[in-house]
């Protein structure tokens, strides 16, 4: 008869005891048929609701336009309601059809959905703040499921890649997403819609569901989305869900359009953005659960807080036969997971467009030999590995920057040779300290000037409210600072045991803006350096207004005696505006090769870089590891020293030197000469050398316009020379000698 029939179900052993019991309920219904019976073939041209738990069993099924079965309700579970839809032959749903619910389960001998008919379980999934991904209360974040809700939900990633069946999480605001499983033993046929989306929301958005699709064959040019909910303005977007098809006997998936993006993919809103979910794909001739893994975030645009990202959940990631990273997309794994780069098949778009992420390194390994190939690995966990690195010309190496004090560094030992192929990089560019903040940024009451490390910022309206100068010459380490808009460049430090071959960049620029952020710093220990590439610390530059001052950057070569195996370019320019002088002031440069005990200091601004006032590379009684080999100043900089400054070499400059109140300590016990080049300027000079010449240029004039020094013993004598025997050159000690 009609109507709703509950039954117990048990099993027995063979001695008669009961094992388990369980109630089903199946609706018998032909009066939903408009045409047909549940026996032959039901036409439904009618909305019906389905109870929450219920099972309807039809022969064949055709929803027609205008027909429905639905249940929109939540249950006492915080989550949709749950039927299953039982049809031993077709199952059909036409034009203006629907299926709708929390969790709609579906079995048929083949399924047709047809264009403009849908199943749906949009936003039936958790409701707003419960879920396993979703974010803490008021927290104005979206929920998590297949990838970390906006704004870097406290909900984790949960589930699984290769038969997803959980309910989307709830946002701070909207609800997750439904579940949808087909199980089709012929052949599926989708051309109308599958939807599991979550919820939108004023606050965080839900993240999507899930759906999962066993079945012989599909085929089809429909749509299937498990996307997330799309949030207020300045909150967080609902994560995408997961999507599995498993084909039992093809290969060929139609031309089916798939999808688990972010909900603020779809906005243009200004939020944060969530991350992608998942899409799996196995043929039939491929072994349970390695398949094509698709990580799709659809060229998100919104912005992308620290820790948005396509976590994996105890994952062996490298089962997966490829994994497909595409529209900056984005996975990653943590200590839960185990991750073999030897056995990893990746497909990617390249840098910008493909991320990987190791947050923790526990389960990484790598081969001898890595090649990182059409994507941007992010070595947030990483800090030391065995074997050879190319970074390929679609390569790159960075981190996630945070947008926290204090930011996240690069820090890399290298037991092997490093190469970064032309068009690879390693980068940390705009990654140090943000706006407004950091040791060298603007002071109080400044006007859109830029931040200062290196050099000094560059100054907008010419009043003396720079930030300082810091850290170290000879081991920079520090964060760019940010300037009134500008962020600062980041932190990169390798040891590299071997080669280090750059032919593409290494780069630690600062950011644009209105008072642009200071360049970074580069810390390179390697056995030799090669290669026609670029290593910058640049500072970040801004039309008519304060560029940032360079960075800082230094090499030690540990096995080479010289630079000459790098014809590249090696800078910390200030950041140059290309309008005025707003322009930053040069950074540090110091280069140290395995046969000497102090290296080279450069300071060197581009041509046509014009600063403010007293804009300058500042060395000052903070500024540590100021002893170094010979110095060199040139094209646009100006060094000002108002402190000590040792320096065991030569002494050239063609830029600018301001003196100030400096002292500089010329010292030698080697049988090499010191040649102080071309005219030049001292407060107070200091010669203490006890073998061999200090050399002037011949016919140069020397002014020391405080005190003069010179110091040997019995032993040694001090000579001071002109560089070509017989040609004249000149102190002038007008100070106390």
């Known amino acids: 008869a009609d109507g709703a029939h509950t039954f117990k179900a048990y099993s027995q052993d063979l001695s008669g005891n009961v094992n388990s019991t369980e109630t089903r309920s199946i609706n018998v219904n032909t009066g939903m048929c408009s045409l047909g019976d549940i026996y032959t073939t039901c036409y439904v041209s009618e909305a019906w609701g389905v109870n929450n738990g219920m099972q309807l069993n039809f022969t064949n099924l055709v929803i027609q336009d205008g027909g429905s079965l639905y249940n929109t309700s939540t249950n006492i579970d915080n989550h949709g309601a749950s039927f299953t839809l039982n049809v031993t032959g077709n199952f059909t749903i036409e034009s203006g059809g629907n299926v709708t619910g929390g969790n709609v389960t579906i079995w048929a001998g083949n399924f047709s959905l047809e264009e403009n008919g849908t199943v749906s379980s949009e936003g039936l999934g958790y409701s707003a703040d419960n879920g396993p991904g979703a974010p803490l209360a008021g927290s104005q974040d979206g929920g998590s499921y297949g990838g970390i809700g906006g704004g870097a939900s406290d909900g984790p990633t949960y589930g699984s890649i290769t038969a997803p069946t959980d309910f989307g999480s709830g946002g701070d605001a909207g609800v997750g997403g439904g579940a949808v499983t087909l199980n089709v033993t012929g052949t599926t046929t989708v051309n109308g819609t599958i939807s599991v989306v979550g919820g939108d929301a004023h606050s965080g958005g839900g993240s999507g569901g899930s759906v999962y699709i066993t079945t012989g064959n599909i085929a089809g040019s429909g749509n299937i989305s498990a996307d997330g909910g799309i949030p207020g303005n300045y909150h967080g977007s609902g994560a995408g869900g997961r999507i599995a098809i498993i084909l039992m006997d093809s290969s060929d998936f139609g031309g089916l359009s798939m999808h688990a993006y972010s909900g603020s993919q779809i906005s243009t809103n200004y939020h944060n953005a969530a991350a992608a979910g998942t899409i799996y794909k196995e043929t039939s001739s491929q072994t349970a659960g390695t398949g094509t893994l698709i990580i799709d975030a659809g060229d998100e645009v919104n912005r992308i807080v620290d820790g948005t990202y396509t976590l994996m959940v105890n994952e062996t990631v490298h089962q997966f036969s490829n994994i497909t990273i595409i529209n900056k997309g984005h996975l990653a794994v943590d200590g839960n997971d185990t991750l073999n780069f030897t056995n990893l098949n990746i497909s990617g778009e390249g840098v910008g467009d493909s991320f990987i992420t190791i947050v923790n390194s526990t389960g990484v390994s790598f081969p001898s030999q890595f090649n990182i190939s059409g994507y941007t690995l992010n070595i947030d966990g ?310 061999g010449s200090v050399l002037f240029t011949a016919g140069s004039i020397v002014n020391v316009t405080n005190e003069f020094t010179v110091q040997g013993n019995s032993s040694d004598d001090v000579f001071l020379r002109s560089t070509v025997d017989g040609e004249e050159w000149l102190i002038d000690a007008s100070g106390t000698q």
């Open 382 to 691: 990483l800090s030391s590995v065995v074997g050879n690195w190319t970074v390929k010309s679609d390569g790159s190496i960075t981190h996630h920057f945070t947008g926290t004090s204090p930011p996240r560094k690069i820090n890399l030992t290298i037991d092997g040779d490093l190469t970064i192929e032309a068009g690879g990089e390693i980068e940390a560019d705009a990654e140090g300290y943000v706006a407004n903040s950091g040791p060298g940024t603007p002071l109080s009451g400044s006007y859109e000037d830029g931040g200062s490390y290196g050099g000094l910022g560059g100054d907008n309206v010419c009043d003396g409210f720079v930030g300082p100068t810091y850290g170290s010459i000879t081991v920079p380490t520090d964060f760019g600072s940010g300037g009134d808009g500008g962020v600062g460049g980041g932190s990169i430090i390798l040891n590299v045991t071997g080669l280090t071959n750059v032919i593409g960049s290494i780069s630690v620029d600062g950011g644009s803006g209105k008072g642009a952020g200071s360049g970074g710093s580069v810390y390179l220990t390697t056995g030799n350096l090669t290669g026609d590439g670029t290593i910058s610390a640049n500072g970040g530059a801004y039309s008519y207004r304060g560029s940032g001052g360079g960075g800082r950057t230094a090499i030690h070569l540990t096995s080479a005696d010289d630079f000459t195996g790098f014809a590249g370019t090696i800078t910390a320019y200030g950041g140059d505006d290309n309008q005025g002088t707003e322009d930053g002031a040069a950074g540090t440069v110091y280069l140290k090769h395995a046969g000497e005990d102090y290296g080279e200091l450069i300071i060197d601004n581009a041509d046509g870089i014009y600063v403010c006032g007293d804009s300058n590379t500042l060395i000052h009684e903070n500024i540590t590891d100021t002893i170094v080999g010979n110095v060199t100043i040139r094209n646009s900089a100006i060094l000002e020293v108002n402190t000590s400054l040792t320096v065991y070499g030569d002494w050239n400059n063609t830029g600018t030197f301001n003196e100030n109140i400096s002292t500089i300590h010329f010292v030698g016990d080697s049988s090499d000469n010191i040649t102080i080049h071309n005219n030049e300027s001292f407060y107070n000079l200091n010669i203490t050398k006890k073998i």
